[in-house]
């Protein structure tokens, strides 16, 4: 499965961006898509997921209120709205395609990763 992130790159303090994951049409329409976001030095951590149907929504604390997961399957893409963004959300951030249909946020769950995109918040 060949999953392309795509969007990242440099934003002042309280901007906003727009992260974008393209799915192979023939394995991702009826799974759970996930974000997760390593920054410097320190592990991978779950972002934000979403299920298969957009019934269910999962988010990690620190992006409720801010971070919005969404998808489009008619383009296979799912789409992470970013804003108010801060120093402490630069991190390379990577799609997965869960092994389901449901919006988990355990890694194991996701067998199917994609490059990762920077996003660099200057303060």
């Known amino acids: 499965v060949q999953l392309q992130a795509s969007g990242g790159g440099l934003v002042q303090a309280g901007g906003s961006l727009t992260l974008s994951c393209v799915a192979p049409?023939?394995?991702?329409?009826?799974?759970?898509m996930g974000w997760f976001r390593q920054a410097p030095g320190k592990e991978r951590e779950f972002v934000a997921a979403?299920?298969?149907?957009?019934?269910?929504?999962n988010y990690a604390d620190f992006a409720k209120g801010r971070f919005t997961v969404s998808r489009n399957n008619a383009k296979d893409t799912v789409y992470l709205q970013m804003n108010s963004l801060k120093p402490e959300d630069t991190a390379v951030y990577y799609c997965?395609?869960?092994?389901?249909?449901?919006?988990?946020?355990?890694?194991?769950?996701?067998?199917?990763w994609g490059r990762g995109t920077l996003v660099t918040v200057s303060s």
């Open positions: 997965a395609q869960n092994r389901g249909g449901g919006a988990g946020s355990a890694s194991p769950q996701y067998p199917y």
């Open positions: 049409r023939r394995t991702s329409r009826n799974n759970g």
């Open positions: 979403l299920s298969w149907d957009s019934s269910i929504t």
